[in-house]
């Protein structure tokens, strides 16, 4: 019922808003699009990011399994090497205590002995030319027969060798010259004696001869010339019964009681005597040689412990390292993860709302349309 005018107006008023409407879901909708691409942009980034780190994981969780391997490699030798090194700590204790016991051992010998001579006599006489050191020492005596060689030589024990009798009528000269004596001096053999009782009796009861149980640095002729009548026998009964069968040959004890068809000399309790305070000498000079080679051995194995700590720290570093790195990579990867899943929350929104516009704008153009016909049609009427 309204005028003709009226209802163009009110046509073209509806006109407008759905025009006005339209641009403005046109907008939305370029808006729409642009998220949506920047969206499926970010996905595309996230998926590649996502990628990367799973297979930086994978490469991480490799090197670790590498690293763990060589770390627990690393351990065991540094065990190994700790092993050997407190051993050989134990060891230099023991030793050390050997050599400290060696030492006093020379030390109460020489203490029991400082009393027997002259000692200015006996330097003056081992510095003269021609004497070739201490009895003794020429006959390399072991410590368990130190007191049986004691005991044999009685009161050569002390004497030292002269290469010549010359030496030895030099020696006295000298000494008697200065009112000075206690001396004793045996001359070197230069032959070896034609027979060794010893041996031949030895031979025959199973036993052995004292010059053949020396050591091997003995002067054989010196040895055979002074004890080469003596066989080594375990006690005195045995070498008295030994002696009172065998009459050429003396027997003697380890403990340094002689016997011979003449009587018998028993040992000194202590068995202090030049041959002991000798072979205390030789243990003490091959404890402190073993000590010395074991306090090298306790460096090196310290120098080697001490790198194989160092070597295991480095790789326990290491792995830690790598560790850190795959929990750094798997939180980030969590990290893209979420935003992965929150970009494709947004970007089905974003579709859902595209959608929604372009139904509106579907309806819309429809009603356009429709009012664009009706006013074409009241313009025709108007006119």
């Given at each position: 019922q309204l005028p003709t005018e009226a209802v163009i107006a009110t046509l073209r008023g509806d006109l407008r808003a759905l025009e006005t409407s339209a641009d403005r879901d046109r907008h939305e909708r370029e808006a729409v699009q642009a998220r949506a691409g920047a969206v499926t942009t970010r996905l595309q980034s996230?998926?590649?990011?996502?990628?990367?780190?799973?297979?930086?994981?994978?490469?991480?969780d490799a090197e670790i399994t590498s690293a763990q391997v060589a770390y627990e490699a690393a351990r065991e030798k540094r065990a190994e090497a700790q092993t050997t090194w407190e051993a050989d700590e134990e060891s230099v204790t023991e030793q050390r205590f050997g050599a400290t016991g060696a030492a006093a051992r020379v030390e109460a010998l020489q203490a029991a002995l400082d009393g027997i001579g002259d000692p200015e006599s006996r330097r003056l006489t081992a510095a003269t030319a021609g004497v070739a050191g201490s009895l003794v020492a020429r006959l390399d005596v072991p410590a368990d027969l130190s007191g049986a060689v004691d005991g044999v030589l009685g009161a050569w024990r002390d004497a030292f060798v002269a290469e010549a009798s010359d030496v030895v009528k030099g020696v006295a000269e000298s000494l008697k010259s200065l009112g000075m004596g206690g001396v004793s001096l045996v001359v070197a053999p230069v032959d070896a004696p034609s027979e060794v009782p010893?041996?031949?009796?030895a031979r025959q009861i199973g036993a052995e001869a004292l010059i053949d149980r020396l050591g091997p640095q003995a002067d054989t002729r010196l040895a055979e010339e002074l004890l080469g009548d003596v066989v080594?026998?375990?006690?005195?009964?045995?070498?008295?019964?030994?002696?009172?069968?065998?009459?050429?040959?003396?027997?003697?004890?380890?403990?340094?009681?002689?016997?011979?068809?003449?009587?018998?000399?028993?040992?000194?309790?202590?068995?202090?005597?030049?041959?002991?305070l000798e072979a205390a000498r030789v243990e003490l000079e091959i404890a402190e040689r073993e000590l010395a080679r074991f306090e090298s051995h306790r460096v090196t194995s310290r120098r080697a412990f001490d790198a194989a700590r160092e070597a295991e720290r480095t790789q326990l570093e290491h792995l830690e390292g790598l560790e850190a790195r795959l929990a750094g990579h798997t939180e980030a990867l969590g990290i893209v993860g979420r935003a992965a899943a929150e970009g494709e929350a947004e970007f089905a929104r974003l579709e859902a709302r595209a959608a929604a516009l372009e139904e509106a704008a579907l309806l819309r153009n429809d009603r356009i349309r429709e009012l664009r016909a009706r006013m074409a049609e009241f313009a025709g009427v108007e006119a």
């Open positions: 996230g998926a590649s990011e996502a990628a990367q780190l799973d297979e930086m994981i994978r490469t991480t010893a041996r031949t009796v080594i026998v375990e006690g005195w009964a045995a070498g008295w019964t030994l002696v009172s069968r065998h009459p050429s040959v003396r027997a003697a004890t380890p403990e340094g009681d002689v016997i011979s068809v003449a009587g018998m000399h028993m040992s000194q309790p202590d068995g202090a005597g030049p041959a002991a």
